[in-house]
């Protein structure tokens, strides 16, 4: 079974029926536990014997061309596994542990709108992205920042441009794109500056994670690319507020930035059984809504695995760099400054989550949450 592949494809496909974004598989005394992340919620995917477990950690590594025995976490793409698809193995008390990410359909569908844009936002984005100049993008971690770079990087394919990608650890390829992977000898910031001497017209940075990759971008957008980069910062004000405690002069964040989004993930509720309930009152003064407002909860379905949701949507707020955004960043206007003339005409992550709660999308628990965060 070990060289047949039965284990992993059997693993992988009922995943994939599942509609599961990783699978985790955590040895024990008694074999295994596969547990499923479906629609962002952990879900049990029951027991593999000692046997069927070491069957599938012998498919997983040598499909993947790791090696079990070296006592470090490893992380590789399986080979015939579907495009994209990765495992990540981590040694453990009781044995190695497994993770692995599958690249499903929803990932797939690249297009702005798909993410939870609003056309407004889409409309106002697109031009932001026909220029060089900086596009960040902020977020914790899990917040689909790495979905939205891509899904902006493949707005680019198809338009006559060089596209090259800097990341951490290379992800799905992006037709037309240059993938390299950051290394000790080449840095991030290392990549991008060799982009600019290769005549590429557009980069997506993974991570900023310094003052010296954070100075690469801006360079870049100095000398004319479309740079495409994640910031470790919990919302678009955030964001700026990060480039400044990198020591980024405020005159060339002002002159390259172009927009700045900043997302959450939230539960997207099933569409064929979600059911319409008078909100509670605690809630609707939390939410801003009148009392006894309308929203909806989670049923549970056949199409929906009985969870009552239908995987996740992101939830945006954008800062689009207009002459008096730009102002005001070479000024160094504070935060609140910055945000009351951002959000002036355009929702914030907060007015955002709640109009997904009026529209029926997400539950007001999910947008309570967000607020919280």
Known sequence: MAGSGEALHS???????????????????????????????????????????????????????????????QHGSLQGAGSGATVAILPVAAGLSLTFKLDTGERRDRRLEALGM???????????????GLVLVAGPPESGRSTTLRALLDHMAGKARRLMTAEQSAGPAVPGATQVEATADCSMADIVRAA?????????????????????????????????????????????????????????LASTLNAVLAQRLVLRLCPECCEPVQ??????????????AIVHAPGGCAACDHSGYAGQIAVFEAIHADPAMRRLINDGGDESILARHAYLSAPNLGSAARALVREGITTPDEAVRLSRN
């Open 118 to 132: 609003r056309p407004a936002l889409v409309a106002a984005l697109r031009p932001a992205l026909g220029k060089g």
């Open 196 to 252: 600019v001497r290769h005549d590429v017209d557009v980069v997506m940075v993974d991570m900023l994670h310094d003052r010296v990759s954070a100075a690469a971008a801006v360079e870049a957008a100095q000398a004319g690319l479309l740079v495409l980069a994640a910031v470790p910062a919990a919302d678009a004000v955030g964001a700026i507020r990060q480039m400044r405690e990198w020591r980024i002069e405020p005159f060339h």
């Open 279 to 292: 909100a509670q009152g605690s809630v609707s003064a939390l939410l801003g809504f009148d009392r006894g």
């Open 11 to 73: 693993l992988l496909s009922e995943a994939a029926r599942r509609r599961a974004s990783h699978v985790h598989v955590e040895p024990s005394d008694a074999g295994a536990g596969i547990a499923l992340r479906i629609g962002g919620q952990i879900a049990d995917g029951g027991m593999l014997s000692p046997e069927a477990f070491g069957a599938l950690v012998a498919e997983a590594v040598a499909s993947a061309d790791l090696d079990p025995g070296s006592g470090q976490a």
